[in-house]
């Protein structure tokens, strides 16, 4: 059998529906970003991002309209507003292209992971590579510009230890032991996470246009800055240094290049991918502070998502992903 001619299963549909609403979403920003962007360098990774993403966005387009499925809308044209005023700096857009890029990296393995047609296949395969490149390409920049931020260095114990005290897990009265290189790796992702979530709500507040919404991201800047604090002070506590905000990245400009709908969505999409990502570090904990850490954010994280999800709702945003057919509904309608 030709496995291209094998039907889309609903987790292969899943993926691509997700792809392209989240696509799009980044799609809009990156073009907001390479209108402002000074620096010839940074420009042109951004103009490669968008000319790569609208190859892969055809692509979506042909495999859910080859299966009969209705293309979703996402975000357009309608959400860019063009020729405002700058929102953010050029490194800002350069940081925020590296993380976004991270997303798209575990996205597209996620999507990899669940795909079984050749076809799908080989276009994931494709994304990775896509993502890859410009992982690196972020990062060299970010180097090359002095603005990439290293997690922290240890130095080499003389040989290979065993835990030998439950000590190890106590991180609340201070018999324990210092953080582990397994768990900084989730605690400094998270950090960097959670910095890029607060520096977007802070710059969606200024110049988001109904009150709910810009009520939504100013809550939602202080739960990102609360989560920072939190598991910074873990860090300094053990003197370890920390990421720098990127609060000063943001201009003083009340004028919205963006829809209110993007804006609401992308931080919404920001903090669902978080709980992904607390909930490999809460795997990978084993101090008990550090639990008790990444158990509050998840909680405090579901409260956000939930409000976010109300609010998305109530002003018809947010797009219904295919649904399983309802045998009930359809036995009624013979």
């Not at 992982?135 to 002095?146: A, F, P, S």
């Amino acid at each position: 059998m030709d496995e291209n001619q094998l039907k889309l299963t609903s987790s292969e549909v899943g993926t691509l529906w997700g792809e392209y609403i989240n696509g799009t979403m980044t799609d809009v920003v990156n073009r907001h970003m390479v209108s402002i962007i000074e620096d010839e360098s940074i420009k042109a990774i951004f103009e490669d991002a968008i000319k790569t993403f609208g190859k892969q966005k055809q692509q979506i387009v042909t495999f859910m309209e080859n299966e009969g499925f209705p293309v979703p809308i996402g975000f357009t044209e309608v959400d860019l507003f063009k020729g405002k005023q700058r929102l953010f700096t050029d490194i800002f857009c350069l940081n925020y292209l590296h993380i976004m890029t991270l997303h798209g990296l575990l996205g597209h393995s996620t999507a990899l992971a669940v795909s079984v047609r050749k076809d799908l296949r080989d276009f994931y395969d494709s994304c990775n590579n896509d993502a890859k490149k410009m992982y690196h390409q972020t990062i060299e920049l970010l180097l090359e510009k002095g603005s990439f931020q290293r997690d922290p260095l240890f130095y080499p114990a003389k040989n290979p230890e065993f835990i030998s005290s439950q000590d190890f897990a106590d991180g609340f009265f201070g018999k324990g032991r210092k953080l582990a290189a397994t768990e900084i790796i989730s605690i400094s992702f998270n950090l960097k996470k959670s910095i890029m979530a607060k520096t977007l709500s802070i710059a969606f507040s200024q110049v988001a246009q109904t009150k709910e919404v810009r009520k939504f991201l100013t809550d939602s800047e202080k739960t990102a800055d609360g989560q920072i604090k939190s598991f910074s002070k873990i860090m300094q506590t053990d003197n370890l240094p920390v990421p720098k905000s990127w609060e000063t990245e943001v201009t003083t400009s009340t004028d919205s290049p963006f829809s209110d709908k993007l804006m609401l969505y992308h931080i919404g999409f920001l903090f669902q991918a978080a709980q992904n990502y607390h909930g490999a570090g809460l795997a990978s904990a084993m101090r008990t502070d550090l639990v008790a850490a990444y158990e509050g954010t998840i909680l405090k994280n579901l409260v956000v998502t939930k409000k976010w999800y109300n609010l998305m709702v109530q002003n018809k945003w947010l797009e219904q992903p295919p649904l399983a057919p309802n045998r009930k509904e359809i036995s009624e309608e013979v």
